[in-house]
């Protein structure tokens, strides 16, 4: 399952792409150990997580997508990495847009290297 973004907008939502969210809730019913792949650009909303034996996450994989998921589930490569982000439980759970204009007016002043 996957969904889309561009830039230069936020998505409107952290759902997947419909109907993965049902495709995902239905083949679990039917398979005993269902993985998703899940690419996505950033944080998503996972319903049906506790009903599925694994969830593999890749962010903005480029044309090696196919390959780097077929290696870590036939087992050649380890999956590797740290998360980037955190997931919400729900939609709720996460900051809501609150207009299209954002201003950062500490400019350069963020992080720890700002300090």
């Known amino acids: 399952v996957g969904t889309t973004s561009g830039e230069s907008f936020d998505r409107d939502h952290l759902n997947v792409d419909a109907p993965g969210d049902d495709l995902v809730t239905q083949v679990a019913k039917h398979a005993r150990r269902t993985v998703v792949l899940v690419i996505a650009p950033g944080a998503v909303v996972m ?64 992080g720890y290297r700002s300090q």
Do not use: C
């Open 47 to 110: 319903p049906w997580r506790h009903s599925v034996e694994g969830i593999f996450m890749l962010f903005h994989g480029g044309q090696a997508t196919g390959s780097a998921f077929a290696k870590v589930l036939f087992g050649d490569h380890a999956p590797t990495g740290r998360l980037p982000v955190t997931f919400p439980e729900r939609n709720s759970h996460a900051i809501q847009p609150q207009s299209a204009d954002v201003h950062y007016w500490e400019r350069m002043a963020t």
